[in-house]
């Protein structure tokens, strides 16, 4: 990897454990993260697994992999991050988050919110899967028990409940770009940023996505030595290119454990995902 991380001491509460994590190529970013500056809508000729996304903003915009869009002739997710040029109008792969709705307006929304890391690692299957069968799957087990009649994860966003754990008062550090989410007692997946600025505006979506995650683990404290080990596996792995990802690209490493995703952009990793594939949640 092309950055090197340091972790902070980390903050546990149910089964939720919050980790701060620092890079040593932090910058501040020359693009904006502000979602009001998209716009976004279904195609001309519909399909379930993709939406055209533009840039109406004077500076390129970060579209986050997970981010929701709500909306539309049913309800999305980014599948990847990707970085859109100043008033460029591309097609961005999408998910469906909700099941037995195609219909409504062609215009979609958002309000900056994500899905939990449970239901955005089921894009990444085995070529020949049902990646979309696999997401309605997972947000079916997101949304049971809840009145809602399409089974639809923005609505269970908006549903606020006794066992969801309020991360509200907590905050990012000085300094702090990144994040490791465990839960359960397992390292389960960081986002690292190219800047604090853009940990800040992701912050509430993070931990309101993964605390929804958390309800169904087991409360249990992370040793931090767990949590190294993940991140030193990761920072001994070799990125390499995927292809494009907007104006941006997209560099991947894969091994038995661990999964990495990095979107990067004039030779900065603006976005990284890591995942722990050994993780009870995903294996299960």
Partial sequence: ???????????????????????????RPRYTFDATKLHVAEADNPVVSQLMIGNVGDRPALVMEGLLFEGGLQHRMATRSMMVGVHQRIPLPVACVEQGRWGGASQQSTRGRRATPYIRESVRRPAGHDVQGEVWSRVAERTHGHHNPTSSFVRRLDVADARRVDWSDVKPLEGQCGVLLAIGGQPCVAEVFESSMVLHGQWRSILEAAALDAQVAPAVL?????????????????????????????????????????????????????TNLRHPMLVA
């Avoid at 070799?238 to 990802?245: C, F, H, I, K, Q």
């Fill in 1 to 27: 990897m092309n950055q090197h991380l340091h972790l902070g001491r980390g903050m546990t509460r149910g089964a939720l454990t919050i980790l701060p994590i620092w890079s040593t190529t932090s910058a």
């Fill in 222 to 274: 992370t040793p931090g030595r767990r949590a190294r080990r993940f991140l030193e596996r990761i920072e001994a792995l070799e990125l390499r290119d995927n292809g494009s990802a907007g104006i941006g690209d997209e560099a991947v490493a894969l091994d038995d454990k661990v999964s990495v995703t990095a979107l990067r952009w004039h030779d900065r990793d603006v976005h990284t995902r890591m």
